[in-house]
């Protein structure tokens, strides 16, 4: 969280852009790092430590829900230095113009050709009416028939942002919601939430290198380094 990028901590630079968004009230950020919380105070963030039992960035927000004063709450990872105040503020506008309001919202991007296989990539299958069907590492859906290289000519698969946003209920629920073993499976905390039968709205945005960009990796913060001005 706190690596160089720039001059800069990448969590500095998530915490700065996420403030961008003319529809963000407030940035607030939840760890259970004593001093990734002393860092941030410096930078004049609102810190609210959490328990180190939390299991993903989600679960870790719902834990201190009632300390956080807001109807939507947006999860941006720390670890997306070049997040889009655009999107963020894209998410904002979904939130207001569906009927009903969506219980939890994220974005999506056409999946170009050298991310179908890698699974640090995450997948997303998305019903006709904008929701989430599954979420996966795999590449999904299989498209029988079809070699490999002309899968994405179907335009049926998408990229997942790791980026939601959750009506005020549904963070203050996630406690009672039963474990997910394809969360296990998976290791992605929003499939708790479709096995308990909580929708997920989608919606695209344009991807680009930076948007898309989660530092999960060493080669990844050299990539973040790389794009840092451009």
Known sequence: ?????GGKAMLQRVIEESAKAPSVSQVVLCTDSDEVASHAR???????????QCSSGSERIASVIEHIDADVVINVQGDQP???PAVIESMCNVFRQRTPTPSVVTPVYPLPTEKID??????VVVGANHQALYFSRAAVPFVRGKERTEWLASRVHWGHVGMYGYRRDVLQRWSSLNASPLEEAEKLE???LLENGI???TYEI???????????SPADLETARRLVNQ
């Open 1 to 5: 969280m706190l690596a160089d990028i």
């Open 42 to 52: 410096t930078w004049g963030t609102r810190v609210i430590m959490t328990s180190p």
């Open 82 to 84: 070049f997040v889009d």
């Open 118 to 123: 890698n699974p640090d990539a995450v997948k």
């Open 190 to 192: 929003q499939l708790r």
């Open 199 to 201: 929708t997920i709205d």
């Open 206 to 216: 344009v991807a680009q290198p930076r948007n898309t960009l989660s530092v999960d």
